[in-house]
């Protein structure tokens, strides 16, 4: 899995 897409679901569960 690509470290971007772990980045961008770390960012959106910390916005929720």
Not at 1 to 16: E, I
């Amino acid at each position: 899995m690509p470290l971007s897409w772990t980045t961008f679901v770390r960012k959106y569960a910390h916005s929720s």
